[in-house]
């Protein structure tokens, strides 16, 4: 199974899972600070950290002092990104894996210019795939919610239409009940006690 399409398995989490193949260490894909402050949680960092200040996506790199603790997170603003044009949003995903390929190599102990071009690149690559992967995915769950409130708003508004419809039919459009008695002619006179009509 391929765990970047997925949001792990077992319990649903509110973020996604890219790996780092030999190099050990997951980054968490979230698309919300509450999705990052999850994986902060489950990666039992116990120090306060925030995303998405400002800007439309960051990479993070978090070691706990003191600890063998350490995450690593891209994390997107999902409704400012949706803002942008796809090859803007291609872009932004892009610039956060290489933040996140220098990253892997901190993590390692590796120092980032010792790291040969080619490893650098299969890395970013890989990485890039699994969180494109990602993005789209999410893109896709966003959409089919979005698609299914549209269609139930547009079924509960079809129900109330017609039960409107139907209390106007039953109520020929008054305000409540037929007690008012209406005549059925006009009168301009007043009746004798023959029942003629005098002037």
């Known amino acids: 199974m391929n765990r ?14 890219a790996d780092t193949g030999h190099f ?14 999850q994986a902060v949680r489950d990666s039992r960092i116990t120090t306060r950290h925030n995303a998405l200040d400002i800007g439309l996506a960051e990479s993070h790199f978090i070691e706990q002092e003191g600890t063998q603790n350490a995450m690593l997170a891209i994390v997107f603003n999902y409704e400012e990104m949706a803002k942008t044009d ?7 995903i892009y610039h956060e894996v290489s933040h996140t390929v ?26 890039f795939k699994q969180v494109f992967s990602i993005y789209a995915t999410e ?6 919610i979005g698609k299914r409130d549209r269609e139930a708003f547009k ?5 109330i239409k017609g039960d409107k419809l139907q209390m106007d039919q039953h109520r020929n459009r008054s305000p409540g009940s037929d007690s008012i008695s ?14 003629e009509t005098e002037s």
């Open 139 to 144: 893109e896709d769950k966003r959409e089919r």
């Open 86 to 92: 796809a090859l803007e949003r291609m872009g932004v």
């Open 24 to 37: 050990g260490i997951p980054i968490s894909v979230c698309f919300s600070d509450s999705s990052f402050q």
């Open 182 to 195: 209406t005549k059925s002619g006009v009168f301009c006179g007043t009746e004798d006690s023959n029942g």
């Open 155 to 159: 079924q509960l508004g079809k129900e």
């Open 4 to 17: 970047s399409t997925a949001k792990t398995t077992g319990t649903k989490l509110p973020y996604y899972i």
């Open 102 to 127: 220098t990253h892997v190599f901190e993590f390692i102990g590796e120092d980032d210019s010792k790291i040969g071009d080619e490893s650098r690149s299969y890395l970013g690559e890989h990485i």
